[in-house]
């Protein structure tokens, strides 16, 4: 059993052995790798102690303090939050070895082949063929939404290798190099004016049956930890009292007096409200979870937490007046992660009527709550027992 | 960090309530009583709060209590929302408990008090109207004479239909003062009102000259009496989140039950999306209210734990019971389902120590976002 201790001696010998100060950034976040305290949750030797999770701020309080280096978490986080946990749950022996190791040091930068045109919230509808050739797949078809695609090497990717069965079960998980003959990322503009995503096209790109993840067919199963994992990593995030969405609106209430009116004023004490208490949410899903009891709470935070930074963006432009009718930039750009709260009070506006879409919709968030935590039936499905091939799209 | 869990003790205690009111608060009984001369369940009461011991859970052991906490209240608070048991908890176990423990405890009118109040053998209530909320101004409803006899109307008192001791605060020649009198002494009548809470009663109390004995004067009769309020206040969240739960596992439970259109009423996706959103509002009732226990219990950040607990649950508990309605259908608005007794408590509790509105208010200087 790992003890507070014991993670801070091993903290130091890390520390002893590769000052900060002195050792290059990425030299650095290997060492950590290796001792074991990148993610000590993980087994031993796949950059983790096998330790309880909940002492991973141990880890991290430490190393911050030391002035460490620390992964860009936002750079990575599709890596962090979504492929590793599934490569984790399903990956061969080889698969652990060969991706935890760079995706955890920011070597090689992930991103998630999931949603198509054509299949967003019915995500098992899609579909990207996956031919069996060999020792090889060769896939085709079109993927969009891919957050960061232009800046991965690597995409977890969720094909239709059978159509001939009912949608959930001919569906096959891989691990895509996205540097192979055949993957094209053009840019998709959106709602902000910037590109922070990408439609993915993929022409008879060969993937090696090695980089399959989970079995043939299982390929719903997989993408259900992944998804899991990212309603986690997207509610999940901790904030502080007076931060976020709401914080920024708040800050803009404090510096401008000239802004108030007693209609704003209550409104945005609502919502500073609502961003408090879905703080203690957040805190207290972290507690379920580092006692070991994970509570079912997850979809619910995602909700809310898209209806807050909603209702928080909305009201900042209301409360600038006449500045709210301004726009900083419609300039096409490509960031380099995703940030809520970046730019300017318009952008802020425009980004978050994404936050009820991406990562699952508000509508399937609902759903699911409905369905898995209150045990209500689900709507009649008349695409149950059919071959994806003769589903009407 | 606060503990937003609940631990094995207050799972232990949650579970003896709860088998308490099943067995003796079922809801055909609950409606039955309300027509009755006896709308209180006094022998209930006398098993709650003396045999499984939940009326001294945050009196200190010395004062004849369990030395436990606000977190234990919490839990009590959350099983009486859950049933809305008809019971004098509020008014006694929390209002006038927590009104004498902040007063200066060693005196021997207060120890002998307190020691009956949290053995369950003395009913007590407070004596300001339910509305009154945390910061408001001291009362004057009641005057103290120089000779110390009380005179004075307090109108909408909680529990005081049946209260035996009543915590008074008045003003006197020297300012604020709180006062104990009992219900038998001359000179005091207790009117019962027709509340619209039918599980939990108001009262009129009028005094004339009622000999009284006075336990705390000016500053700490004025923080004895907020304490009280804001204790009160922040475990108000829990009852409104047990009122929040039940709301939802009956509807979910009707839902599934029903049969409309060849199908469960609970399979149509417009339903399921209103019961989610019950939901998630229950996940934010429920952290907000064991937050404000929690800082109860340990002395932390209480006026905004309290602030936010109450302007946050108390919309929700309204709505829960007001959705529970609307998805029963017809059945939600007969007298025969229970349903509207907890409309009923919700909408009260509403009003309870601070309105919403009031609790935002209260909360802008706090957290430095000024009018």
């Known amino acids: 059993m790992t003890t507070v201790d014991d993670l801070k001696r091993r903290v130091a010998d890390l520390l002893a052995a590769y000052p900060p100060e002195s050792t290059p950034r990425q030299d650095f976040l290997d060492a950590r790798f290796d001792a074991g305290l990148a993610w000590i949750h993980f087994p031993e030797g796949l950059g983790g ?236 899903l972290r507690q379920q979870l580092a006692a070991g009891a994970p509570g079912p709470e997850g979809s619910a935070v995602k909700v809310a937490f898209s209806e807050l930074n909603q209702a928080a963006s909305g009201l900042e432009i209301e409360l ?32 978050a009527k994404g936050n009820s879409i991406e990562g699952g919709t508000s509508e399937v968030l609902r759903n699911i709550i409905a369905e898995r935590v209150l045990g209500l039936p689900s709507e009649p499905r008349i695409d149950k027992d059919v071959a994806w091939k003769d589903l009407p799209r | 960090m606060s503990d937003l869990l609940y631990s094995e003790v207050e799972e232990d205690l949650r579970a003896s309530v709860r088998d308490l009111f099943k067995d003796r608060a079922e809801p055909a009984a609950l409606i039955a009583r309300t027509e009755t001369a006896e709308p209180y369940d006094l022998e209930l009461w006398r098993t709650l709060a003396a045999d499984l011991g939940t009326a001294g859970l945050a009196v200190p052991e ?157 500053s700490v009769a004025t923080s004895a009496l907020d304490t009280a309020l804001v204790t009160a206040a922040g475990l108000l969240a829990s009852e409104q989140l047990g009122i929040a739960e039940w709301a939802l596992t009956e509807t979910v439970r009707y839902l599934k039950e029903r049969y409309q259109f060849g199908r469960q009423v609970g399979s149509f996706q417009s339903l399921k999306h209103r019961l989610a959103n019950l939901y998630t509002d229950l996940v934010n009732a429920r952290a907000t209210a064991r937050y404000a226990a929690d800082c109860l219990a340990s002395g932390d950040d209480i006026a905004i734990a309290v602030a936010v607990a109450q302007a946050r649950n108390s919309p929700i508990a309204v709505h829960a019971a007001e959705e529970a309605i609307q998805l029963h259908g017809g059945i939600g608005m007969t007298w025969e389902h229970p349903a509207h007794l907890y409309l009923k408590r919700a909408k009260s509790d509403e009003i309870a120590l601070g309105t919403p509105g009031r609790h935002r208010a209260a909360l802008a200087p706090l957290i430095d976002l000024p009018a």
Not at chain 1, 238 to 251: K, L
Not at chain 2, 190 to 199: M, N, P
């Open chain 1, 49 to 284: 102690l096998d330790a309880p999770r909940s002492l991973q701020s141990v880890v991290d309080k430490e190393l911050a303090a030391a002035g460490a280096p620390d992964n860009d978490k936002r750079r990575i986080g599709i890596g962090l939050g979504m492929a590793a946990p599934t490569i984790l749950a399903f990956g061969t022996p080889e698969q652990h070895q060969r991706f935890l190791r760079p995706l955890w040091t920011e070597r090689e930068v992930w991103c998630q082949l999931f949603s198509e045109p054509g299949a967003g919230s019915d995500l098992a509808a899609l579909g990207t063929r996956a031919v069996r050739d060999g020792d090889d797949w060769v896939v085709t078809g079109q993927k969009v939404w891919t957050s960061g695609a232009h800046k991965s090497q690597w995409a977890i990717l969720v094909t239709r290798t059978d159509p001939d069965v009912p949608k959930h079960r001919g569906m096959t998980y891989f691990l895509c190099d996205m540097t192979a003959p055949g993957v094209e990322v053009r840019p998709l503009r959106q709602i902000t004016g910037e590109a922070e995503f990408n439609e993915v096209f993929l022409s008879e790109v060969r993937i090696p049956d090695a980089h399959r993840l989970g079995a043939v067919g299982e390929g719903w199963k997989v993408a259900q930890t992944t998804l899991m994992n990212e309603r986690v990593a997207i509610g999940g995030t901790e904030f502080p009292r007076d931060g976020g969405m709401v914080g920024v609106v708040t800050e803009v209430w404090r510096e401008r007096p000239e802004l108030r009116t007693s209609e704003l004023h209550d409104k945005l004490l609502k919502l500073w409200v609502e961003g408090e208490s879905l703080r203690l949410v957040s805190s207290r």
């Open chain 1, 320 to 351: 600038l007046g006449d500045e709210g009718l301004r726009y900083d930039d419609w300039t096409m750009r490509r960031p380099d992660g995703v940030n809520f709260l970046g730019r300017e009070a318009g952008y802020r506006y425009l980004r």
């Open chain 2, 62 to 218: 010395a004062l004849g209590g369990h030395g436990a906490s606000a977190r234990e209240v919490a839990v009590v608070m959350e099983e009486l929302g859950r049933s809305v048991a008809p019971v004098p908890y509020l008014g006694s176990a929390v209002l006038a408990t927590s009104a004498l423990l902040a007063t200066d405890t060693s005196q021997a009118e207060v120890t002998e008090r307190l020691g009956k109040l949290a053995a369950g053998t003395l009913i007590g209530a407070l004596a300001v109207p339910l509305s009154t909320a945390p910061g408001a101004e001291f009362p004057s409803a009641v005057t103290a004479a120089a000779d110390g006899t009380l005179s004075g109307q307090v109108r909408s008192v909680v529990d005081a239909s049946v209260a035996e001791l009543l915590v008074v605060p008045a003003v006197g020649p020297d300012g604020p003062g709180l006062y104990t009198v009992d219900v038998s002494s001359a000179g005091v009548t207790v009117t019962e009102a027709i509340s619209l809470d039918l599980t939990r009663r108001i009262a009129d109390v009028t005094l004339e000259n009622v000999v009284a004995k006075h336990v705390a004067d000016s």
